[in-house]
């Protein structure tokens, strides 16, 4: 772990259903950050498609599964990937029966020694919102809610907005819209689900930014290998998202 810092921006990045490439989102905006010097945690606590250390190639040494039952010390679920982001992963590929409260005690642990010392941290959560994603957005500073241009996201979307905005009205979501054709139909699909909570909950959440349809996505899922490495296009996408977040991060990042 790096050394001691002011507090970091920590992001929970979400989705109202499976299939809006949300971890690799997640992933790819993690590796846009740590390659422009920011000290970066990457948090994969999606038990239903824990993928992020296997689309980064990496093997973290313990999961934060492990360290709750007291099988490992904390600092063993920390690795460091080649690029220099700290990944923590909460459990294997499959989901325990029944989560239990030391995981969340696990969880909060090991949040609070990586917010304390990096820029910001990514919270990789599960689609819809059950107990780890309703973790993971209290924890947050704000939600980073990735759609696509499908209805079924959209309504997805809408979902978790309103359960959380039932609770915290005043939620800060930020919203990317993932794999669009054009900025036009990026644009028109934001647009579509801003209109939608803004007549039936009363509020929107901002846009952040958007990102294209690569098919070097596909491929460096396949090879293990974040897209952003392959794909100039991407690569431009992402350093756009790291700008649109720059302004929340604390002044001392």
Not at 119 to 138: C, F, N, Q, S, T
Not at 209 to 215: R, S, T, V
Request: aromatic content about 6%.
């Amino acid at each position: 772990m790096p050394p001691p810092s002011q507090p970091g921006l920590v992001v929970a990045v979400v989705s109202g259903k499976g299939g809006t490439g949300k971890s690799t989102v997640a992933v790819n905006l993690a590796e846009t950050l740590a390659g422009h010097g920011r000290r970066v945690a990457l948090f994969d606590a999606d038990p239903c498609q824990s993928s992020c250390a296997t689309m980064m190639n990496e093997e973290p040494a313990a999961t934060l599964l492990a360290v709750a039952s007291g099988a490992v010390a904390l600092d063993r679920a920390y690795h460091t990937t080649s690029t220099g982001i700290t990944l923590v992963v909460s459990w294997a590929a499959t989901r325990p029966s029944g989560l239990p409260t030391s995981l969340f005690d696990a969880l909060d642990g090991a949040l609070g020694e990586a917010i304390a010392s990096h820029d910001v941290v990514l919270i990789d959560a599960p689609a819809g919102i059950d107990d780890v994603v309703r973790w993971a957005l209290d924890r947050a500073d704000a939600g980073l809610l990735v759609v696509v241009g499908e209805p079924t996201s959209i309504t997805g979307a809408y979902a978790l907005a309103k359960t959380v905005w039932q609770t915290v009205p005043a939620y800060p979501f930020l919203t990317v819209v993932n794999a669009a054709d054009t900025e036009v139909d990026a644009t028109q699909t934001a647009d579509r689900f801003a209109d939608l909570t803004r007549q039936f909950l009363g509020q929107a959440p901002s846009p952040l930014g958007w990102l294209p349809y690569d098919a070097h996505v596909r491929a460096a899922v396949r090879d293990q290998v974040p897209a952003v490495r392959r794909s100039a296009p991407l690569q431009a996408s992402f350093s756009g998202l790291m700008t649109a977040l720059t302004p929340l991060f604390p002044v001392s990042a």
